[in-house]
């Protein structure tokens, strides 16, 4: 059974960091092409951040650039989202997701969706 579970959301203040985690199982997550996306109140969802399973690269969305890390732990089947220097316009639910498609590239059209968990930004 394919699971992708977030966790690490919370209420933080401007300026602080917060780390998500992404723990996959029913499939190995360096397979395919992995990202994390968010939903922030009236708001579509977006992609903001991927790493291609063709070559391994990651890419960010400008608005999360320089301050937004993800990176994964194979021995862990986990991903993660390493977010500094955050601002109130961060607040969103965010989802890990996979295209589930071997040798792609970002940005990708998610298969699987983990059930999002939910970040503030907020003094």
């Known amino acids: 059974q394919v699971q992708l579970v977030e966790s690490g959301g919370g209420l933080v203040q401007p300026g602080r960091s917060l780390r998500l985690s992404c723990a996959a199982s029913?499939?190995?997550?360096?397979?395919?092409?992995i990202g994390w996306f968010r939903q922030a109140p009236g708001r579509e969802r977006e992609g903001i951040s991927c790493?291609?399973?063709?070559?391994?690269?990651?890419h960010y969305a400008d608005s999360v650039k320089g301050r937004f890390t993800i990176s994964r732990d194979n021995a862990k089947n986990t991903m993660y989202l390493q977010m500094n220097n955050l601002k109130p316009e961060d607040t969103a639910v965010y989802y890990c997701?996979?295209?589930?498609?071997?040798?792609?590239?970002?940005?990708?059209?998610?298969?699987?969706w983990g059930q999002g968990t939910l970040v503030t930004v907020s003094s």
């Open positions: 997701a996979t295209d589930a498609e071997w040798g792609s590239s970002c940005p990708m059209t998610p298969k699987w």
């Open positions: 029913g499939f190995t997550l360096d397979f395919y092409t």
């Open positions: 790493i291609s399973s063709s070559d391994g690269k990651a």
